[in-house]
């Protein structure tokens, strides 16, 4: 059998919906899986000299995890890693591989659960579910944990007019833990406020009012402190709101996700930026299931 799961590219938290709001871009990872393959890991792309090539494997890790949940046994294997989501930005590099793992492994075991549960275990693998669950259901996702204490996400239509920019620092990284670790431990009931007033105002600028982007996506919580471990990231984001530019740090960052309107365009940002116009992905992760004929 050979599979492949195409994966979007995520953003999480879109300044106030910290560890709830997810949105799907348009740049994708693609993981194949083909059971008469030589077992082994190939990655190419982003992360090929950087991610490992054996059981430590995050894709791997996270097939290993289902079957084990599934009481079932993987066969062996060949996988390759296509990846076009760059390590350690905010753009949920990590998300994308767990849900193409658990989405490969489901397939290949014949278990078919439902996306929640691939939800709850991609959840348990990354300690949040905000990237996981846009990275499922494409769109914008809020993600939330329900009376029952398991993870549960709402997708929602965003607006065919969004332009989201991405703009990713070559020479700045953030790891998600350090990121986790530059948090404030306590969060005054002002900022608390302050978060969710704009939280409900960017589901109304995400879904048909661009206008209000800008001050819908600020934040008194986490985007300073993380904005702190990335000095160039931290300068442009003050150029781009003196600008007008609606602007966010990119799930931990260093990344920043800009929107454009016809009253403000994203500037070049200069040397040493890459800068990806991209669309909201429509469609969340899928499967591919392939002849061996057609390679």
Not at 160 to 188: F, H, K, Q
Not at 199 to 205: D, E, F, R, S
């Amino acid at each position: 059998m050979r599979l492949t799961a195409r994966v979007p590219a995520t953003v999480a938290n879109l300044g106030p919906g910290f560890d709830a709001f997810g949105l799907a871009l348009s740049l994708f990872n693609e993981i194949e899986v083909d059971t008469e393959g030589e077992p082994g890991v190939v990655v190419q792309g982003e992360g090929a000299d950087e991610l490992p090539r054996d059981d430590h494997n995050l894709v791997v890790r996270a097939m290993r995890a289902f079957a084990a949940e599934a009481g079932r046994d993987l066969p062996p294997f060949a996988l390759r890693c296509a990846n076009a989501i760059p390590l350690e930005r905010g753009l949920g590099s990590s998300a994308a591989a767990a849900v193409g793992g658990l989405l490969l492994a489901d397939h290949l075991l014949g278990v078919s659960v439902d996306r929640i549960e691939i939800l709850r275990v991609a959840a348990e693998l990354e300690g949040h579910a905000d990237n996981a669950a846009a990275a499922l259901s494409g769109g914008l996702a809020v993600a939330y944990v329900g009376d029952d204490e398991r993870w549960r996400a709402e997708r929602v239509e965003t607006s065919p007019e969004l332009r989201p920019v991405v703009l990713v620092p070559e020479g700045e990284r953030v790891s998600t833990n350090a990121a986790r670790r530059a948090l404030p431990e306590d969060v005054s009931l002002q900022d608390a406020v302050f978060n969710a007033s704009r939280a409900a105002l960017l589901v109304l600028g995400l879904t048909g009012r661009p206008d209000l982007l800008g001050v819908a996506l600020e934040d008194h919580v986490h985007q300073a402190a993380r904005l702190a471990l990335a000095p160039a990231a931290a300068e442009l984001f003050d150029r781009l709101r003196d600008d007008g530019v609606a602007v966010c740090v990119a799930g931990s960052g260093p990344t920043l996700l800009a929107f454009e309107t016809g009253q403000a365009s994203v500037p070049d940002p200069g040397e040493g930026w890459r800068v990806l116009r991209l669309e909201v992905a429509a469609e969340g992760a899928t499967l591919l299931e392939h002849r061996h004929a057609d390679r």
